[in-house]
């Protein structure tokens, strides 16, 4: 029997509307040009489907569409800004100190490219570690602020945890200094309202594959006033307004096109019925005795748990938990099985991050689903414990 897929944070499965799109795009009778090609038919209408999914895009976010630029994903987008900004502040003024504020519980995409600008590139770095809840709050961006920090990341819904992150208080307070913000919003787009106007964010990261679009494309929105510099990092044609070079993939930006499409129409719907059966999901697990809920309960997205069952080791749970599909707060590597580090920012110990269970719903989870699920972790835990 196939398991029951409880890990849409990690991926989602494409909507049908969205493969049915993208398989118009591939052959001789469909959308297959390249969308640079300005000399004929096929190029026009390719280039017609990639503006048209810039606009889908671009009204979920509440955007001008001259302001998204298509990446392969939310790895490259963060660090298309991350990189692209420093080196394009660089060029204005080589000798600058620059500094960014990040926090220790973002995506290893921003996390990896701060520390790259860190080593290489003399950048100071403050991360701000969460609270026992996982939340970062605005004072201490407020508190870590100095007159050369030119760069605040922080992501808008961490992916391990679901926390929330108040953003537009954060943009509220840097609104009369001069760091730029840019955040990964991976995990908001389709789980919470992402307004760029709102939030007044300067960079943001999308990734299509989170949204119940195809893996391999995202965005980076770029905002234009006041104008925000990126240097590219990829460097060739010139195409995305010379911020990221590369033969468009229509079939990849259509399908995230009408993957946020099915978002702007979907979305108030999906999360109130994702959260009635997360909700029942956290009162079945909640009879177990000495189980932990990490992150914050309210503060977090409709679709997401993560919790930790004492005296349960996360990797021996998984493995027994096969009708079950969900990941757990460890981070393999070849060498060893290291607890979540986002577990133990939040200050759990070695066992209970290790124990860490991640559980994820999403747009085609079932009340059958979620009730099956519910029983077999019961069973489960229960049985471990005995051993
Ligand atoms: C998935 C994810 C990423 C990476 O996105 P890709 O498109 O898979 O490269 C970055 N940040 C967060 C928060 C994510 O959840």
């Known amino acids: ?82 990189k692209g900004v420093i080196e394009a502040l ?3 003024q080589p000798d600058v100190p620059l ?17 790259h600008l860190r080593r290489w590139h003399g950048v100071e770095v403050t991360l701000l570690n969460p609270d026992s809840n996982g939340l970062i709050h605005p004072q201490q961006v407020s508190d870590a602020l100095r007159p ?14 679901g926390t929330i992150t108040d953003i537009a208080a954060i943009a509220q307070l840097l609104s009369s200094h001069r760091a730029l913000l840019h955040v990964d919003a991976a995990q908001a787009i389709g789980k919470i309202v992402v307004d760029t106007k709102a939030w007044q964010v300067d960079l943001m990261s999308i990734s299509a594959h989170k949204f119940y679009g195809p893996k391999g494309i995202g965005a980076l929105y770029v905002r234009r006033e006041p104008k925000v510099a990126v240097t590219a990092q990829l460097h060739g044609g010139g195409h995305e307004r010379g911020m990221r070079s590369g033969t468009l993939p229509t079939h990849q930006i259509v399908g995230l096109g009408e ?29 177990l005795p000495d189980i932990h809920l990490n992150g914050d309960l309210t503060q977090r997205v409709a679709n997401h748990l993560n919790v930790s069952f004492a005296g349960v080791d996360g990797e021996v749970l998984l493995s027994s938990l096969a009708k079950v599909a969900l990941s757990s707060g460890s981070a393999c590597n070849s060498v060893s099985v290291e607890p979540s580090f986002v577990l133990t920012a939040l200050g759990l110990n070695r066992d209970m991050a290790h124990a860490g269970l991640r559980i994820s719903l999403g747009r085609y989870t079932t009340d059958e689903d979620v009730d099956r699920a519910g029983a077999e972790i019961l069973r489960v835990v229960r049985a471990l414990r005995e051993r």
């Open 259 to 287: 993957a946020a499409r099915l978002v702007s129409e979907h979305l108030e719907e999906d999360e109130s019925r994702i959260r009635r059966l997360r909700d029942g999901l956290w009162q079945t697990l909640n009879e």
């Open 1 to 82: 029997m196939t398991p029951i897929y409880l890990d849409y944070a990690a991926t989602t499965p494409c909507a049908p509307e969205v493969a049915e799109k993208m398989a118009q795009c591939l052959t001789l009778d469909g959308f297959f040009g390249n969308p640079a090609s300005r000399s004929h038919k096929y190029g026009w209408l390719a280039e017609n489907q990639v503006e048209i999914a810039r606009g889908h895009l671009a009204t979920l976010i509440n955007a001008d569409p001259r302001e998204i630029v298509w990446t392969s994903g939310a790895t490259e987008s963060n660090n298309l800004a991350i």
């Open 148 to 161: 050369e920090t030119c760069l605040v990341s922080l992501m808008a819904v961490n992916n391990e945890i």
């Open 90 to 92: 660089r060029q204005q």
């Open 99 to 115: 500094h960014i504020i990040t926090s220790a519980i973002e995506h290893k995409a921003v996390l990896d490219a701060v520390e």
